[in-house]
Structures are given as C-alpha cells and as structure tokens.
C-alpha cells in the first residue's frame, strides 16, 4: 500500500475532508492529537479496525481508545454515565485524559478486546475533533507507533513505523504534550488510574477525593489492571539503564558507569538534563529540557528516545525524575523504555 502525506495547517484545512472521507471508506488514518500522534480508523467498522492491529503488530488482547467529538457519540457508546465521571469531563474534556465506562452493544468486540468496559477520549486538539466530525463516527485510534516503539510525536516518526501500512499520514507538525492521555477507570466504585499522564492524581484529587491510582503503576511485581501496561514499551534499540536517586548521587553514577563502558569500546549515550549535560564526557548525549521544567521533559522524552536509535549507541544511561506530578508519567515511560533496568545511588 502507497502511504500518503497531507500537512494540514489547521482544523479548517481543507484537506481534513479527505482525510475524514478516508476513514468513511474503512481506511487508516494517523493523525495528532494534543498528546501523540494516533493511528486511526472507524470505530464502529470490525475490519478497518483489524487493520489497526495489524499495522501495528498489536496483540489482540490490548483494547483501543474510542474518540469523540460531542456528547452524543459518548452517550451511544456507553451503557452508563456515572456522577463523578460527569465531574471529571466538566474539568478536563476536551483534553488529555481516556475514561473507561461500561460499553453499550454497539462497540465492536474488538475495540474493548471482549472487556465489558470501553475507553473513550475527546481531545482538545481542534484537527482531531474536526476530523471526527468529519468522519461521522469515532474513531478507534491507538498511539501510532508500530508495538513496542516509543509513541510518535511527529508525521515523521509515524513514517519511520509505518510506512506502507497507513494509507494516510495527516502532518498536523510535532504534538504538544509528547505523553499519552492519562487512563483513568470510571466504572467502579470510585475513580481509578490506571495509566499515568499529563492529568495527574493531585489534579484528579481535587475533582474526587477519592481517586485512586493502580498500584501496579509503581509496584513492578503486580499485574496492571490496564492490558496495555503489561508490555514492554517505547524501547530504544540500545539497552537502557535507569538511574535513580538525588541528584549528585545520580549524575556521579552515570559518570562512573560511562567511563567504565567507554573503556570496554563501547557507544555509550547519555540521556540528560540541560543542567547536568556538561557533566557528560560522550559525543552522544541528549537533553531532554531543564529539569524544574516537566513539561518540555515530557514533551521532548519519546523524540529523545528515537533519536538514540538513530545514533546507534550500544548502551544509554538516563537519568530520572521524582514520581511526584508530571513526573510519575514520564517515570511510568521510562522504566518502560528501559525495560526495568533500574539502577540505585544513594
Ligand atoms: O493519548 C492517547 O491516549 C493516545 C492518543 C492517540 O489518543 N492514544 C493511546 O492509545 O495512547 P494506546 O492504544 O496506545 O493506549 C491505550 C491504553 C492501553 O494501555 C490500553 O490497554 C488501555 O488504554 N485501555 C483501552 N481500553 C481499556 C479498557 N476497556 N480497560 C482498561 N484499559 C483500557
Ligand atoms: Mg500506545
């Protein structure tokens, strides 16, 4: 298949019709949203959306978001609508976080992975919403990255996977947020996080009290609630090692481990702040911003990573964050990145 490339300036682009009219036709679509670039098709079309998991080699017990642009498509898609759900959109919708309630009988099968619950996000991204409007129906989109790669910020990174296997590419230019939606369960008793994300438990707190956060989220030996959160995930090439604890202890055992592969011939690279990156005696460092500023961290982490496998180092020593806010996300990202491998410095 031919992948096709549209920059579209913004959400009154003409060009969006094309892209909505695609999707009318049971085609994929990746397209950005405020938080990383989605792989998109109908959601409510079985085989358009078998065509998402097989494009990105997708296991198919991991259930996809819904995505909507009114109230309308949400009540149709849903069995139930409960109080503190209603809270939680009257705050944060449109906007970077999914909320999972109880399906209603027309969402496919394959959408919720034959849970009895679907994730559903609005997004604040204006290009987003008008394509869903443009294509009349929700639209099924998981981050459009091809399984196990780190999630795409750019139309350039959704090349890089899935060339060949998307008939369109909408180039919407880099994405703002950089971290996926934060997950966040509505279905129960009280609202439970499932997937860390720009929208944090303190801001969630505020709304309900009651929130609750997924142990597993900081917990490694138990089992996510979220079927996605068991993968490995958003993986350079290169083994990554992740090194914690207060600041000087960290960067001192970065610099001891990196003379140390240096020494055995080794590529070694360093993922950093601005603030420390002097510290670093490799020709393949990157920063990921100022440390005060989690923000341009998030933003900056899943490009970070890719451009490591673009530099062909045989190692990476990250430095890491406090799990408080923003951090807890991008935190949850990087132990993925690096598969576990953590290293302590006290
Ligand atoms: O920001 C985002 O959320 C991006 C953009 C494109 O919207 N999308 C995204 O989708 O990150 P994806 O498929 O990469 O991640 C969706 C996560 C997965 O961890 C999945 O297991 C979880 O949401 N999920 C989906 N439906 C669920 C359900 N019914 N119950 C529990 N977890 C669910
Ligand atoms: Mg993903």
């Known amino acids: 298949m031919e ?9 009154r682009d003409p060009a969006l019709k094309e892209a909505g009219a695609y999707i009318k036709e049971g085609k994929l679509v990746a397209f950005p949203t405020e938080t990383v670039y989605g792989l998109g098709a109908d959601g409510l079309n079985q085989e358009a959306v078998e065509n998402i998991f097989r494009a990105k ?11 909507i642009s009114n109230r309308y498509m949400l009540e149709s898609l849903v069995s139930e609508i409960p109080e503190e759900a209603e809270k939680i959109m009257k705050e944060f919708w449109p906007g970077p976080i999914t ?8 969402v496919p ?3 919720t992975a034959g849970l009895d619950t679907v994730a559903i996000r609005m997004p604040s991204s204006e290009l987003a919403r008008s394509l869903i409007e443009l294509s009349d129906t929700p639209i099924a989109a998981p981050s459009a990255n091809s399984s196990g790669r780190p999630s795409p910020t750019s139309a350039d990174h959704v090349y890089q ?7 369109l590419i909408v180039d919407g230019g880099d994405t703002g947020i950089g971290l996926e939606s934060t997950v966040v369960d509505v279905s129960g008793d009280f609202p439970m996080i499932l997937r860390p994300g720009g929208i944090t438990l303190e801001d969630l707190r505020k709304i309900d009290p009651r929130t609750k956060e997924d142990l597993a989220i900081v917990k490694k030996d138990l089992v996510p609630k979220s079927p996605g959160q068991k993968y490995r995930h958003y993986a350079p090439k290169a083994d990554m090692y992740l090194y914690r604890g207060d600041l000087g202890p960290m960067t001192k055992g970065i610099i001891r481990d990196l003379e140390f592969y ?20 490799t020709d393949f460092k990157l920063s990921l911003g100022k440390r005060e500023d989690l923000e341009e961290v998030g933003h900056n982490l899943f490009s970070v990573l890719r451009q ?26 990087m132990e993925k990145a690096s598969g576990g491998k953590l290293v302590e410095e006290s």
Not at 161 to 167: A, E, F, M
């Open 3 to 11: 992948t096709k490339i549209v920059k579209v300036l913004d959400y």
């Open 57 to 67: 080699g997708r296991p198919s017990d991991n259930p996809l978001i819904l995505h």
């Open 99 to 106: 909320l999972i309630f109880k399906r209603s009988k027309i």
């Open 109 to 111: 099968d394959i959408i």
């Open 161 to 167: 996977d899935l060339k060949s296997r998307v008939d």
């Open 262 to 281: 240096k020494g055995q011939g080794l590529k070694v690279g360093v993922i950093s702040t601005d603030e420390s990156l002097e510290l670093y005696k």
């Open 308 to 333: 490591f496998d673009d530099l062909d180092v045989d190692i990476i020593l990250s430095e890491s964050f406090p799990y408080k806010g923003l951090g807890k996300a991008i935190m949850n990202r």
